[in-house]
């Protein structure tokens, strides 16, 4: 029961798209649901007509043939043909058996063969205005006029196949009958047509409205989506920089802990290089430090490497001026390059060497002062947000390069320092031992001087002794 019921809906649905109008839709529909009614009437009056005498087959079978390929010409697109045919066929297949059964069986006419099929033809009209919508007007105009010709020209056409009224003797009493159900039957077909052309009207107004108020709220919809897409954009730019944002902070947390760690140099950036290798999924990279002891010949010492591939690049010196590196400490700019030369570095892994897809220098600058040079290199290029991380941990690097040659300059001072203490406290041990020596070659000074003073003292009294001998003797004399 399922599947007929899914092979119903498929007859049904046959050329019908979505970007029909819905009236037209439900009309190619009733088109098809017409096709397999006239397909199994066929079928019907085939298998009845077939156990009378005289029977020609031929006919019945056309019309089933032709109904039965409604469906596939409304799939193949010929939907104003298909209903055409629907709205025909049922009158020329009315007029056919009816010749055919005047011809075979002349002995049993009566006026009822010469009225009720041409009723029915006429009465086929409604099939047109049915199948097709006003705003199809020549073929609903082709649909209504071949069975109205028909119903019009019904003696014209029987006479021609030679069974006419007259023929069977009953012309007189079918005539006043027929002209009366004809205009009967064009009456109420005008009038239903007048009802359905203004209920159309009707509907047609009604649809439009809605269409329009669907179009408004389509619009609406519309603008309601795009701006809903839009915020769901912002949305997902939003999380997306927030994990940006959190990758940058969280690496840098990361680091922040390994800077402050107090190793030697060796272990520190090869730990600091190797963590940043890891962390951006990178491929090879240095870490160069400028050595500032002779401030006129600088150099730059590579004191970390990472997936070098040549054992030249261990303990490397380079020179301001020279390459890549070089350029990058004398200009202090970040050197970011997509475009690898095939001559200037090549990242090894077990598959062989390859040319890496970029290459990124950057300045290690701190107050305005460049510490050193880091150099990366990988495959898959570097993101915005990942080079904002680097210049971002670039100055914390920097720093704590520029705190350490700080605290080994301090050390070298203390060292310094203490080195000038033991010597002044030496040579100040040698100057007390100098000042006690001297003290005591002064006071000895002084005690030969007292004695020298003593001695004067006598000679100058022995002296005045002398003198007053002298004077003595010369006054006796």
Excluded at 38 to 48: C, E, G, Q, T, W
Excluded at 295 to 309: F, M, P, R, S, T
């Amino acid at each position: 029961m399922g599947n007929l019921r899914q092979l119903w809906k498929a007859v049904s649905q046959s050329g019908i798209t979505r970007e029909m109008p819905y009236p037209l839709q439900k009309r190619i529909e009733l088109s098809n649901h017409f096709s397999i009614i006239i397909f199994l009437v066929n079928i019907s009056f085939l298998i009845y007509f077939s156990t009378q005498p005289n029977f020609n087959p031929v006919t019945n079978i056309i019309f089933t043939i032709v109904s039965g390929s409604i469906y596939l010409l409304n799939k193949n697109g010929l939907i104003h043909i298909t209903r055409i045919i629907i709205s025909i066929c049922p009158s020329i297949a009315v007029l056919i058996v009816n010749i055919s059964l005047k011809q075979n069986n002349p002995e049993q006419i009566e006026v009822v063969h010469f009225i009720s099929p041409r009723i029915v033809m006429l009465c086929t009209m409604a099939l047109p205005l049915t199948l097709f919508t006003f705003n199809e007007k020549p073929y609903l105009f082709l649909g209504l006029t071949f069975p109205l010709t028909i119903g019009i020209f019904y003696e014209q056409i029987n006479a021609f196949f030679g069974v006419d009224a007259e023929k069977f003797g009953i012309a007189g009493s079918y005539i006043p009958t027929v002209t009366e159900d004809v205009v009967l039957i064009l009456v109420i077909l005008s009038g239903t047509f007048y009802f359905l052309l203004n209920l159309d009207k009707k509907y047609q107004s009604i649809n439009n409205e809605l269409l329009k108020e669907a179009e408004e709220k389509n619009k609406s919809l519309n603008a309601n989506e795009e701006e809903l897409k839009n915020s769901l954009e912002e949305i997902q730019k939003a999380r997306v920089d927030d994990e940006k944002r959190s990758w940058i902070s969280s690496g840098l947390a990361e680091f922040a802990t390994i800077l402050r760690e107090e190793e030697n140099d060796d272990n520190f950036y090869n730990k600091v290089l190797s963590k940043l290798i890891n962390y951006l999924k990178t491929n090879q990279g240095g870490i160069y430090i400028a050595n500032k002891e002779d401030a006129i010949n600088v150099q730059l010492e590579l004191k970390a490497c990472y997936a070098y591939g040549r054992q030249k690049y261990i303990n490397q010196v380079v020179e301001p001026e020279e390459g890549l590196v070089g350029q990058c400490y004398q200009e202090g700019e970040t050197v970011y390059l997509t475009e690898v030369p095939d001559d200037y570095i090549t990242i090894t892994s077990g598959l062989g060497e390859a040319t890496p897809g970029y290459i990124f220098i950057q300045p290690l600058v701190v107050n305005d002062n460049i510490e050193g040079v880091l150099e990366l290199a990988g495959f898959d290029p570097l993101d915005e947000f990942e080079r904002e991380f680097l210049n971002k941990l670039g100055e914390s690097l920097a720093s704590k390069i520029s705190n350490q040659r700080m605290n080994l300059r301090t050390q070298k001072l203390l060292e310094q320092t203490q080195v000038m203490a033991e010597n002044m406290k030496q040579q100040e041990v040698e100057m007390r031992s100098n000042f006690e020596e001297l003290a005591k070659t002064v006071e000895e000074s002084q005690a030969r001087e007292r004695d020298y003073l003593e001695q004067i003292k006598a000679l100058e009294a022995q002296l005045y002794r002398v003198k007053q001998n002298q004077v003595e003797k010369s006054g006796k004399g």
